[in-house]
């Protein structure tokens, strides 16, 4: 199948963050090394990594187009912020105030690219929302990448809500605040999401978001398992995480000082690329952490290193390392981290138990899909304590269970087919559309509607 699709255009666009743009890269790079024409829109900062993959780079900076500087500080500031509230929807909030001042300027510097190429299928991540009106106005067929289902597709309110951090053991007053989730989130983000819907509309999108879900491949990059029980509309695919067929090797100083601990095992610790941690949290961390039963490698931004203090021996910071290389080595026992949904996944895909001090956004979620299935513990931000941190890692590396679990976890993702089930999933939809797999009453337009674009039908999809 591979050379009929050679002369096949593809472009994927994901925003500038590490979180959304390291599956789709793997993705991307691999198509490409089967012949494919692919291009990536991203940000200047995934430039190298892009082009390494064997990709077309094409520059996407919405900043370029945003002549109010007052939008540029409180994107650059909005993380931080959001790491230190102690309310989930207030950051929650924020992000979608910031996506909707975002939406004009990042709709404007990606219309080029859709007018300069002649596309046949454009993969774009679901927090890339003006690339799928762009799609839809130029009759491009789209494949939405998702990370996790969070609320696209609707859950019955026997389990926790997409949102909250509740165990799938809530308790009566919990099933009672989960019950009435769905109109606390609408009462805090109403504001945001009519301003969304109002700079949609000025570039004449027009489009429900729901129906992307209904007329486009969707595939997801997680499991059941993590992902609690739903059924799914027909064009969405659980493929599981999109990882490369091998991973970067460690250096050669890393792989020794992991190889010689006397088979101590080591605790990795790792918050991502956007939590901001605090100076409190960073003691609490090294105090609990200090302990001759494991050696530590923290993986830590230069910029936050000035929080550490005076460390003991069995500790290892470094500003990067590779992730998937240090979660496979046997050394590795748990992994202290944010419970991003990447690192989630790249931790149970090795069979890594995790101890989750989520921030915001899905990590909350997440991380109680995490204590849920057994295969962590989590503490909250705000009440990091080192006795508790010391009690929870000791736990994590010495009692089997959540071993057992994260290796029951493993298995699961691994049979999902993970980047070899995505890339056949768009190379059958490049050869043969997907209007074929859903019934007609999904996409059929309401008695006096226009027409709608019968999915897979453009460009010969």
Not at 21 to 42: D, K, P, T
Not at 177 to 203: D, S
Request: hydrophobic share 45%; net charge positive.
């Amino acid at each position: 199948m591979a050379e009929a699709l050679r002369n096949k255009r593809l472009l994927f666009v994901a925003p500038p963050y590490f979180g959304h743009v390291n599956q789709m890269l793997v993705l991307a790079g691999e198509l490409a090394s089967r012949g494919l024409c692919v291009a990536f829109a991203g940000a200047d900062l995934f430039r190298d990594r892009i082009t390494r993959a064997g990709v077309s780079f094409l520059r996407w900076e919405p900043e370029d187009a945003m002549p109010d500087r007052n939008v540029i500080t409180r994107r650059a500031q909005l993380w931080s912020n959001a790491s230190r509230y102690s309310s989930r929807l207030r950051g929650e909030r924020e992000m979608l105030a910031v996506f909707a001042d975002s939406y004009d300027a990042m709709y404007l510097t990606l219309e080029p690219l859709w007018r300069q190429f002649n596309l046949d299928l454009a993969v774009v991540d679901s927090a890339a929302l003006p690339a799928l009106d762009l799609a839809r106005q130029h009759g491009v067929p789209s494949i939405i990448q998702l990370q996790f289902l969070g609320n696209v597709v609707p859950i019955s309110p026997r389990y926790p809500r997409f949102g909250t951090d509740y165990s799938i053991r809530m308790s009566p007053w919990q099933r009672a605040l989960n019950c009435l989730h769905p109109l606390w989130v609408l009462a805090n983000f109403a504001t945001a999401i009519v301003r969304i819907n109002r700079a949609r509309a000025r570039h004449r999108a027009v489009t429900p978001l729901k129906d992307f879900y209904n007329t486009s491949l969707t595939l997801v990059c997680s499991a059941f398992g993590i992902e609690l029980p739903r059924a799914l509309p027909p064009l969405m695919k659980m493929v599981g995480p999109i990882l490369p067929r091998g991973h970067a090797p460690l250096e050669a100083s890393l792989e020794a000082w992991l190889s010689g601990g006397n088979e101590s095992p080591t605790v990795y610790v790792c918050f991502g690329t956007l939590a901001a941690l605090e100076r409190q949290q960073v003691l609490a961390l090294v105090e609990g952490l200090s302990d001759p039963r494991w050696r530590v490698l923290w993986s830590l931004r230069p910029a936050q290193q000035s929080l550490l203090p005076s460390l003991p021996k069995t500790f290892n910071i470094q500003p990067h390392v590779p992730q998937q290389a240090v979660l496979a080595h046997p050394s590795v026992r748990a992994f202290v981290s944010h419970c991003g949904m990447n690192s989630v996944s790249e931790s149970l895909y090795y069979g890594k138990p995790l101890l989750a001090v989520p921030f915001f956004g899905d990590q909350h979620y997440n991380a109680a899909r995490v204590a849920d299935i057994g295969a962590g513990l989590r503490l909250h931000k705000l009440r990091l304590s080192s006795e508790a941190i010391r009690s929870h890692a000791a736990a994590l590396l010495e009692a089997p269970g959540y071993a057992r679990a994260a290796q029951s976890m493993k298995a699961v993702l691994r049979r999902m087919g993970g980047l070899d089930e995505a890339v056949e999933v768009v190379e059958d939809a490049l050869a043969h559309g997907f209007g074929h797999l859903i019934p007609e009453v999904l996409y059929a337009p309401k008695p006096g509607a226009p027409p709608s674009i019968f999915p897979g039908s453009a460009r010969g999809l």
